[in-house]
């Protein structure tokens, strides 16, 4: 039974290029959420999707930042022209279909992003 | 009104006594307050839950007590063990819809 699966765990990339994060659900869930953690701080809400459809997307920078949860595939975090300052832990969770228990979210291992 | 309040920020405890972490909310449409712990270099992991039609749920070592009217809730950890030294987060959800998190409080338990 395998958990939330997210990958690659570490990615380093110089300013101005692209950083692609990928985020497996626990298999049957159908809702994803991504959070920001920098170092010795807390977890910050960026988005939470369903399958093909965006929810709330209130914690992500309006630029350079999006995500997509297909049909088919995992969910995508996309930073573009990464910055130093996007360099933090990038958590997804995921919790079940709609009367299930939505509440409960079950996180992956992160990735690490480190912009040089 | 979406912020959900932690103290402390960091915590010391002596082998084999009681952590205790306390968070407190505004919103009242909150229905569900789970507990994470979160290793090094891991991923948060969910510890235990509680809805608020109970106001204390408890898993072994780990007690959540909650008091509705405050709107606030905390963890004890009974027994604190060295293994227990990670950093806790409390958080909140209304239906699954708004999911807020606290900001964490680091716990260290001396051998």
């Known amino acids: 039974n395998a958990g939330v699966m997210q990958n690659p765990r570490h990615l380093v990339r110089r300013r101005g290029q692209e950083a692609r994060l990928r985020c497996s659900p626990v298999?049957?869930?159908?809702?994803v959420y991504w959070y920001r953690q920098l170092p010795e701080e807390g977890l910050k809400f960026m988005v939470y999707?369903?399958?093909?459809?965006?929810?709330?997307e209130s914690g992500m920078p309006k630029e350079r930042f999006s995500a997509e949860f297909p049909k088919e595939g995992p969910s995508i975090l996309r930073i573009q022209q990464v910055v130093r300052g996007d360099s933090a832990a990038y958590f997804c969770?995921?919790?079940?279909?709609?009367?299930?228990?939505?509440?409960?979210?079950?996180f992956g291992p992160g990735t690490r992003l480190t912009v040089l | 009104q979406q912020q959900v309040k932690q103290s402390p920020q960091s915590l010391i405890v002596q082998k084999g006594g009681i952590s205790i972490i306390n968070c407190a909310y505004e919103?009242?449409?909150?229905?569900?307050f789970p507990w994470y712990q979160q290793f090094p270099g891991k991923g948060p992991a969910l510890l235990i839950a509680?809805?608020?039609?109970?106001s204390e749920k408890k898993e072994g070592r780990f007690t959540i007590s909650f008091n509705k009217s405050a709107k606030q809730f905390s963890l004890h950890i009974m027994d604190s063990q060295p293994g227990d030294s990670a950093t806790y987060f409390c958080?909140?959800?209304?239906?699954?819809?708004?999911?807020?998190f606290g900001p964490g409080t680091r716990l260290s338990v001396l051998p």
């Open positions: 509680i809805r608020p039609d109970v």
């Open positions: 298999k049957g869930h159908s809702h």
């Open positions: 919103n009242t449409a909150f229905d569900y």
């Open positions: 999707l369903q399958k093909e459809n965006i929810i709330d």
């Open positions: 958080a909140a959800s209304d239906y699954g819809q708004n999911f807020v």
């Open positions: 969770a995921s919790s079940q279909e709609q009367g299930g228990s939505t509440d409960t979210q079950y």
